[in-house]
Every structure is written in C-alpha cells, then in structure tokens.
C-alpha cells in the first residue's frame, strides 16, 4: 500500500466516496483549498485511490480533520495506512483526531490503531457528540 500527495487530477475519485459532512458549500470550498494547498494524501490500492486523509492543525498539533476509504476498498488496512502516515509525518509528539460518538467504526478502527480518547465536544452536531483522540506515535 502507497501513500502520496493528492491533487486536483485526484478529486473525481475522491468524490465518489468524499463523506457527507464535507459536501456542504462551505465545507467543499475548504476542502478544494485543502486539496490545492497540499493538505490531502491518497492511499493507493493498484493505481486506485482507495482512501484520502485531510490533515491540518489543531492547536499545534497535527490533526485529522477527515478520513475516508472508498466502500469497495475497506477492511483491507486503509485507514491504519493513512493514520500511519500522519503519525509518521506529525509536526509534534502527539497526533490528534476525532469523530461523532455516533461513528461505531471510526472508533474501531482508532482503537484498533492504538489511539487513545482524550476529550468530547458538544454543541457542534447536536445529540451526537465530537469524541477526540490522541496517538503518540513511538
Ligand atoms: C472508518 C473507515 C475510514 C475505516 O476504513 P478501513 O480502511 O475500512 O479501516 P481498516 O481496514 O484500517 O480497519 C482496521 C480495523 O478497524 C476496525 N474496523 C474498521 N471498520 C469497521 C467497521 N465498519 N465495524 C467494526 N470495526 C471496524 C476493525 O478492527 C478493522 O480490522 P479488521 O478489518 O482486521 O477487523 C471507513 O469505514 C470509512 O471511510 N467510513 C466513512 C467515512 C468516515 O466515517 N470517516 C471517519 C470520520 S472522518
């Protein structure tokens, strides 16, 4: 499995898969910065994009600020490849992710990785908290 830089020649394929809470004007208008800014990597499967992984800051600290794996590609270690990526390239000692408490598998798949939970925000989807995590990568 690859990782590498996306760019624009990539959004056709990651728009078959890109998750609801990114299509909303605002949040593509970012997203497309994001893209063109160099913030997003894709994991590749073949030459296929699989999955892409969008990371910014947070207080400092790298942040996954979305992750995703095309449905016919999951359960193949997609998602541990890009949060390894992250862990890898982190600015600091620490990585931080997050995700609604509702999403089973997300949080699977960061306990599955060796992240820990550190924190809950409320107020942003309401019943459904932001639950946030943390990895020190050794
Ligand atoms: C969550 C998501 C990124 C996982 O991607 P993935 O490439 O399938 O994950 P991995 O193959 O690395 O999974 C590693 C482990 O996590 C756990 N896991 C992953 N998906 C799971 C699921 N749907 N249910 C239960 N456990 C799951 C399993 O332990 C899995 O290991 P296994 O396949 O050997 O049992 C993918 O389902 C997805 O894109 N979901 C929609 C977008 C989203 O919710 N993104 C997260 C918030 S930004």
Redo the contacts with the bound molecule.
């Keep these: 499995m690859n990782v590498r830089a996306a760019g624009a020649d990539d959004l056709g394929a990651i728009d078959e898969?890109v998750?609801a809470?990114l299509q909303p004007p605002y949040k593509r208008g970012r997203f497309l910065r994001a893209l063109r800014d160099g913030e997003v990597v894709v994991?590749l499967d073949g030459s296929s994009v699989?999955?892409f992984m969008w990371l910014n800051l947070f207080f400092g600290h790298t942040f996954?600020?979305?992750?995703?794996?095309?449905?016919r590609?999951?359960?193949?270690?997609?998602?541990?490849?890009?949060?390894a990526h992250a862990e890898r390239n982190a600015l600091t000692d620490r990585v931080f992710?997050s995700?609604?408490a509702s999403?089973?598998?997300?949080h699977?798949?960061l306990?599955?990785?060796g992240w820990r939970r550190c924190g809950e925000v409320d107020d942003l989807d309401p019943g459904d908290p932001e639950v946030v995590y943390v990895k020190y990568p050794s």
Excluded: E, S
């Design positions: 898969f998750p809470f994991a699989a999955g996954v600020n979305a992750l995703a794996v095309a449905p590609h999951r359960r193949r270690g997609h998602a541990g490849t890009l949060l992710t995700t609604n999403n089973a598998a997300m699977a798949v306990k599955r990785y």
